[in-house]
């Protein structure tokens, strides 16, 4: 961590109000076990490793929150942070954890269910966040892409679409004020909400193995990759 994020104070939002009605299975996603913890452990950790001193806030739904402190004393988990009940939308839930934030810095919004976030992503957003105001991290469309109206659709040129990642980085300020507005439905992320109050999005490099679990699949490559990770190099 460079030495101007060391001087400012930085939060960050996990936002964890999954159901798990998409994985097919009773438990939350964001509570199934990955490599021996659950994936959100494996998420707060990325953000406490990254940033020393790092303040992190978990937003969950009122009904997992007792869930929640059950599995951090079953899996001894120590890594201090707040907990603060969601809303019915992802917009109400960021707002609620925004309420504890106040002063200056830098917050990251990120996905509770996006365990293999780098060092590199995170240490990078928070960087040009302190430049720009902002910073969202992305990575470029390799697939071929069609927009569909109806019956018909049409190609779209690809070189100049970006996958939206988190955490998204901004102005402690900046943000809270944005989150003023009314809700809308466009409102899918945080940059939407951010841009909506006038502010420029400023995009930076992702990480390929950032990955939301949303599927069994995507629980599975998340597997994978997590355990090649834990492989020793020669």
């Not at 961590?1 to 400012?8: A, C, G, P, S, Y």
């Not at 992702?206 to 939301?212: R, T």
């Amino acid at each position: 961590m460079n030495e101007e994020l060391r001087i400012t104070k930085l939060w960050v939002i996990i936002v964890a109000g999954g159901s798990g009605s998409r994985m097919q299975t009773g438990e939350p996603k964001q509570f199934l076990e990955l490599c021996g913890k659950p994936v959100l452990m494996h998420s707060i950790n990325a953000f406490a490793d990254a940033c020393e001193g790092i303040r992190t806030i978990v937003v969950l739904p009122a009904l997992q929150i007792e869930y929640w402190k059950e599995l951090c004393s079953r899996y001894n988990f120590m890594v201090p942070h707040e907990i603060i009940e969601g809303g019915t939308t992802r917009f109400q839930s960021v707002k609620n954890g925004l309420s504890l934030l106040s002063g200056k810095g830098l917050v990251a919004i990120h996905d509770g269910v996006r365990p293999l976030v780098s060092r590199k992503t995170i240490t990078g957003c928070f960087c040009e966040a302190a430049k720009y105001g902002c910073a969202v991290p992305v990575l470029p469309v390799s697939d071929s892409v069609r927009e569909v109206s109806g019956t018909s659709s049409r190609m779209l040129d690809r070189t100049t679409l970006r996958l939206i990642q988190t955490p998204q980085v901004f102005d402690i300020a900046l943000l809270k004020k944005a989150y003023e507005c009314p809700y809308l439905p466009e409102f899918t992320d945080d940059a939407s909400v951010f841009e909506k109050a006038g502010h420029i999005i400023f995009l930076t490099e992702g990480n390929l193995e950032n990955i939301k679990i949303t599927t069994q699949n995507d629980l599975l490559m998340v597997e994978a990759l997590k355990y090649q990770e834990s492989i020793p190099t020669k």
